[in-house]
């Protein structure tokens, strides 16, 4: 066994002995390997540089250099690759997804040195992280995360594993290969953890199912292995940290106790609180530093939600029935128009919806409300008949802004740009009305129409219908020569080519030659008393002629029998 060293993928050299080592490997994501070996095996080791270590790739990131007992020695400190997607290169503003795992995670990966290997869920997924500036590393492990996956690698390969380790629980136990056991309880989380140094390694890794059963300490848990360090070099003395792991980074704690699940997450600047039964009832709380949002939800899908923000505040209920009752406001508004202070009001009435209206609409009066007369019911219903009768999204940033409109009559879409993806139908364009569609930007497909009008048509081929291979006909040239051309016509060939049936090729401003397969067999000059000039070989057989004609350009003329015609060649 030895490590290998890398400059970028060249390698460098292979340290083939080490006074120590230690690899660390948790379902967290987090791994490393550290270690230390005879200066003379490593004076090339610099900061940077990759080792490889089995099917483990790290990155170099402290070298230590130290004379002790006289020895030389060399001790470095590796981080895993995948830090190489906390890079600033790599930071994602923000990712928004549904769909199937492996999709999100090919897209996560775009662009970055990492493939995409196994992902064993195949369930469709939403998520949306949306909090400031997301890392690639960090988008990668809350994916993961969201999916119910934990993150495995194997060199540049990354994979989603719906369970890390042995499923089938393993008897750590067995009176000969533990060496040493803790134990230690977490009142204020309601936690035990353990650790155990074995013998020997075994085939034990992270992720694992074990039962550990010690009598003298009162031990008897089934619990999972979420860590491991040993020294890949002397597998003899192995530690490992068990416990419930709950995939999400810095979680607290995750219970399943009597149908209910409870789960208190903090991370990223954001504290989740959820309890959930079984049967699909749920409550949320979420925290931040600008908001407070609160859920309720039904196994039948009633909704009730509230979110207070230092900008508003901002209440919905939504029975499964789709009835809606909602009250917002904005805090700014309210407190720079209306003075609020808990007295009795100068005639005792409720202050309702109409006074706070007044109110607002600066008609200078001051509201002094009591605490217990004050009637937001007709605040409410006015704002859900608001609601009912249209509803506006705006984004903005800056100068930019885009905003969707939706009332009984119709929606409305402002934007600098709408992009569709997928296949868009628009039902109502079959019918006749007043659809503006700019020509410039139809640039791909076919159009099928019974009938086009249109003041110019400008087209390289025309072809008769239900004929896309046959024969065709086509323009080119300023002056507008034409042909008919045979299939195999090169879109080069002009109406002088062999290629083309029929065709008429302007030579000068005022005069045409006709033209079929090459042969140029007739030609009119204006410049010339207007004259029709007769070119090539002509055959009069079959026709009759009356008047006087001028064939003297014509090298051969056959004459009918019988011909009322008087011929006149000349010059």
């Given at each position: ?21 230690t ?8 791994t ?11 004076l ?49 503003v ?96 309601g ?39 040993y ?44 309890i ?28 009730a ?90 984004a ?24 569709f ?55 080119n ?19 002088r ?41 002509w ?33």
């Amino acid at each position: 066994m030895a490590i290998q060293v890398y400059e970028g993928q060249t390698p460098l050299f292979k340290i083939r002995g080490v006074l120590n080592a230690t690899m660390s490997d948790k379902l967290t994501g987090e791994t490393a390997f550290s270690f230390s070996t005879l200066a003379s095996k490593a004076l090339q080791l610099q900061n940077g540089q990759i080792v490889q270590q089995d099917k483990m790739i790290y990155r170099v990131v402290r070298v230590a250099k130290s004379l002790a007992n006289a020895l030389p020695t060399v001790t470095a400190e590796c981080e895993h690759v995948s830090y190489e997607l906390n890079n600033e290169e790599y930071n994602l503003v923000t990712f928004v997804f549904e769909g199937y795992p492996i999709d999100g995670l090919t897209e996560i990966l775009d662009g970055t040195p990492f493939t995409v290997g196994e992902v064993e869920e195949t369930v469709a997924v939403e998520c949306a992280f949306t909090d400031g500036t997301l890392t690639r590393r960090d988008a990668l492990m809350r994916f993961a995360d969201a999916c119910g996956c934990e993150v495995e690698y194997d060199e540049y390969t990354i994979n989603l594993r719906k369970h890390r380790g042995s499923i089938e629980r393993i008897e750590l136990m067995d009176g000969k290969n533990v060496t040493a056991i803790s134990s230690t309880e977490e009142a204020r989380e309601g936690t035990t953890s353990f650790e155990v140094t074995l013998y020997k390694l075994v085939t034990l890794q992270a992720g694992d199912e074990i039962h550990i059963k010690f009598t003298p300490l009162n031990i008897d848990v089934e619990t999972r292995i979420v860590g491991i360090e040993y020294d890949p070099f002397n597998p003899y003395i192995v530690r490992v940290e068990v416990g419930d792991y709950v995939p999400n980074i810095l979680v607290s704690t995750s219970q399943q106790l009597d149908k209910i699940k409870q789960e208190f997450r903090a991370a990223d600047g954001k504290m989740n609180s959820m309890i959930q039964t079984m049967d699909g009832n749920m409550s949320e709380l979420i925290q931040t530093v600008s908001t407070f949002d609160f859920r309720i939800q039904s196994a039948e899908q009633s909704v009730a939600t509230m979110t207070l923000s230092l900008k508003g505040f901002e209440t919905r209920i939504l029975q499964a029935e789709s009835e809606v009752d909602s009250f917002s406001s904005s805090i700014s508004q309210l407190s720079s128009k209306i003075s609020l202070v808990v007295t009795e009001t100068a005639d005792g009435d409720k202050v309702n919806s109409t006074s706070i209206i007044m109110a607002i609409n600066d008609d200078g009066s001051t509201l002094k409300l009591n605490a217990n007369k004050i009637d937001i019911t007709s605040v409410t219903a006015n704002a859900a008949a608001e609601v009912a009768q249209g509803l506006a999204l705006t984004a903005t940033d800056g100068d930019k802004s885009s905003t969707i409109k939706l009332t009984y009559s119709g929606i409305r879409v402002d934007s600098a740009t709408v992009d569709f993806s997928g296949m868009v139908s628009f039902t109502d364009l079959e019918n006749e009305g007043s659809t503006v569609i700019n020509g410039a930007n139809i640039t791909t497909g076919k159009i099928a129409a019974e009938y086009i009008e249109t003041e110019s048509l400008a087209c390289t081929a025309v072809y008769a219908k239900d004929y896309p291979d046959g024969h065709y006909f086509a323009l080119n040239g300023d002056w507008g020569d034409f042909g008919i051309f045979s299939p195999n016509a090169d879109s080069t060939d002009d109406p002088r080519d062999e290629s083309c049936v029929f065709g008429a090729f302007h030579s000068d401003m005022k005069a045409v030659n006709f033209y079929s397969f090459g042969n140029n067999f007739m030609g009119f000059n204006a410049t010339t008393s207007n004259t029709l000039f007769a070119k090539g070989n002509w055959n009069f057989t079959s026709a009759c002629f009356t008047g006087t004609l001028d064939f003297s350009t014509a090298t051969n003329i056959i004459y009918p029998e019988t011909t009322s015609v008087v011929a006149v060649f000349g010059e």
